[in-house]
């Protein structure tokens, strides 16, 4: 019997070292990789040694006492078991993390495309280029005229010397009413701006009248001019944040013809203050184009140019410089808001949707409408995007859209940097992976997470709203011959001076307040 004790012995530490050494490889091996990872900060990462020895200790512990109680030895034996499993996992799951934290921004190519399209009717019985040799192919006079030359040539290569012929026009409503009312048989056009188009009641079904007979893609270097930014943790800094209208992913990673941006938020981030300014701009501000006051045009057509354009348009609107970008669409803000388990916002006044907000489950098309009581409200992913989307109810236009948006950046923003979001944190990197297109480098989105998951500091956020009053004018991009005259918003010179005053002294380290 006394021999049996002693080989008993002799085997519970042999298990004994066997369970340490394999607690402590494994704790070792999800040591490093955490501590690789760049968005988890020095401090949780000591935690975790100082809780690997902790567990060990205890290992320890319960191994001696094993020597006198079955019991115990089971326990160790399982506990063991149980904590060197959780670190393999967790050795093994933790860099997907990363990954996925990566997978959430697109980040932008060296190289963008611009497409000048021609354009037939859709019952036209041109079928290809040489159809076209004995007809008339309508061009726009004085916008993209290096795009549409070089088109001309490539088309021109194509038949092999033969040129086309074609009838200027002062503007894109001119010449696409030539294509519809059969004054010519064709249309060479920027396909951004087929998507104005839609903005003239005559037009809103172009794409469907219309067909696309060849398209000549035309590569352009990106050259984006932002201001770098050394560390965003210590600096100040500018992004501006645009909202694109619609559900899919596809259009909000173009850097050319980027479509129509229905959202504009300036946002001036100081890490020092941790002070948050949001800047709402209407759509519709009249503004200038890349900053040249002979191109007047309401801020949403900017983005048909590229997001250069629009970068620079609101750079020189707002007299500031612009050092990142981010642009979102519909479906990502409803991931968003869904994956944080909604947003407490205070609705300022009662309105209700004015439009259809459709979805679709199992196949069938879903339609609808809220209504949004004054007061506390809490909002799900779909009601948060009609209270920031609906801007025709009461008369309340763009303005009154802007301020339900402020209220609700700031909702989303207060509750994703709370202490409690940390455990939603792997939903969120899933729900909105791949949504967010940006030029902000990926080490100083992982910097800026540090941050705040070191510090966990609540931030002041300040929400400021353009105003002005609507008025009629022509738009650059449509042509000002004999375009048509837009609904534009005139920035007011007192709110345009507000928000510089505000943007500088955010700028400058100061607090700033807004009544």
Request: with cysteine; glycine share 8%; aromatic share 10%.
């Amino acid at each position: 019997m006394t021999v049996k004790k002693k080989t008993g012995s002799v085997g519970l530490y042999i298990f004994w070292f066997a369970t340490i050494i394999a607690l402590f490889g494994c704790g070792y091996y999800l040591y490093t990789v955490v501590s690789g990872m760049p968005i988890i900060p020095q401090k949780y990462i000591e935690y975790l040694v100082y809780g690997l020895l902790g567990l060990g200790a205890l290992t320890l512990l319960v191994a001696l006492l094993a020597i006198r109680s079955r019991g115990a030895k089971v326990f160790q034996s399982v506990m063991c078991l149980l904590l060197a499993g959780a670190m393999v996992y967790g050795s093994l799951e933790i860099p997907k993390f990363q990954g996925t934290f990566e997978r959430m921004w697109t980040v932008i190519p060296e190289e963008g495309e611009m497409n000048i399209n021609v354009y037939v009717a859709a019952s036209s019985p041109i079928r290809k280029l040489d159809d076209l040799l004995d007809k008339k192919v309508a061009i726009v006079k004085g916008i993209d005229e290096d795009y549409q030359d070089y088109a001309l040539k490539v088309i021109s290569n194509e038949l092999g010397g033969k040129t086309l012929t074609t009838s200027e026009y002062e503007d894109i409503y001119a010449a696409a009413e030539a294509l519809n009312n059969g004054e010519t048989e064709a249309l060479l056009l920027n396909q951004s701006y087929a998507e104005i188009l839609g903005d003239n009641v005559e037009f809103t079904d172009f794409n469907e009248k219309n067909r696309i007979l060849y398209t000549c893609i035309q590569k352009i270097k990106l050259d984006f001019d932002t201001t770098a930014v050394g560390d965003i943790t210590t600096s100040p800094f500018v992004i501006m944040v645009g909202g694109r209208d619609d559900w899919g992913y596809t259009r909000i990673n173009k850097t050319t013809s980027a479509g129509r941006t229905d959202t504009n938020m300036l946002m001036v981030v100081n890490p020092k203050t941790k002070q948050l300014l949001v800047v709402t701009i209407p759509r519709d501000s009249y503004v200038a184009l890349d900053g040249n006051k002979k191109k007047m045009d309401k801020l949403t057509h900017a983005t048909v140019y590229s997001l250069n354009t629009w970068l620079k348009s609101v750079s020189s609107f707002l007299d500031v410089d612009i050092n990142y970008f981010l642009r979102i669409n519909f479906s990502s803000f409803i991931n968003v808001v869904d994956a944080i388990g909604g947003i407490d916002v205070v609705n300022p006044s009662y309105f209700k949707t004015t439009y259809n907000p459709h979805y679709t489950i199992d196949g069938q098309v879903v339609v609808k409408n809220y209504e949004f009581p004054e007061g506390p409200l809490h909002l799900d992913g779909r009601m948060a995007l009609c209270f920031v989307r609906e801007r025709h109810y009461g008369n309340q236009g763009d303005l009154g859209r802007n301020k339900r948006q402020a209220i609700a950046i700031k909702a989303i923003i207060d509750k994703v940097t709370t202490v409690e979001q940390i455990t939603h944190f792997a939903d969120l990197m899933k729900a909105v992976e791949g949504t967010f297109f940006t030029d902000i480098n990926v080490n100083q989105i992982y910097a800026l997470a540090q941050m705040q998951l070191n510090d966990m500091a609540t931030w002041d956020i300040v929400s400021y709203s353009l105003s002005g009053k609507s008025e009629k004018a022509t738009s650059y991009a449509m042509g000002t011959g004999n375009g048509p005259i837009f609904d534009v918003v005139k920035i007011s010179d007192s709110s345009l001076q507000k928000a510089q005053d505000l943007i500088a002294k955010v700028l400058n380290n100061e607090k700033v307040t807004v009544e």
